[in-house]
């Protein structure tokens, strides 16, 4: 069984930065889709970042965009999301998450399409 594990988070500022890393225990190459989701509290899971590993097409959230940036680590086998100028409603529990079905640039994803899932880091930005 694959098993996501998630790390990184934290609390900051705003205006902070964070980097969450997401280790995948088999072949991240072997998924068409990974990406990292976000949920708030008293809210739905939220599409964040998204890239077929083997063309590294990426997806961002509009709410995200220039401002986060998604990588993958073969090295490491991890997901990494770099979040620069942090603000507090990116506050929420992030979760790693990888799937089969193709995944595109331009589109973005419903939790639904994803096979495994971490147990979630816990990011918190303060005013």
């Known amino acids: 069984q694959v098993h996501l594990v998630e790390s990184g988070g934290g609390a900051v500022e705003a205006g902070g930065s964070l980097r969450l890393s997401c280790t995948v225990s088999g072949n991240i190459d072997d998924y068409n889709c990974v990406a990292w989701f976000r949920q708030a509290a008293g809210k739905g899971r939220e599409e964040v970042a998204h890239?077929?590993?083997?063309?590294?097409?990426?997806y961002y959230a509009d709410s995200v965009k220039s401002r986060f940036t998604l990588s993958i680590d073969n090295a490491k086998n991890a997901l990494d999301l770099e979040m620069n100028s942090l603000k507090p409603e990116d506050s929420g529990t992030y979760y790693c998450?990888?799937?089969?079905?193709?995944?595109?640039?331009?589109?973005?994803?419903?939790?639904?399409?994803?096979?495994?899932w971490g147990q979630g880091t816990l990011v918190t930005v303060s005013t």
């Open positions: 890239t077929y590993p083997r063309a590294r097409s990426i």
């Open positions: 998450a990888a799937g089969r079905p193709i995944c595109y640039s331009r589109v973005p994803r419903t939790d639904g399409s994803f096979d495994d």
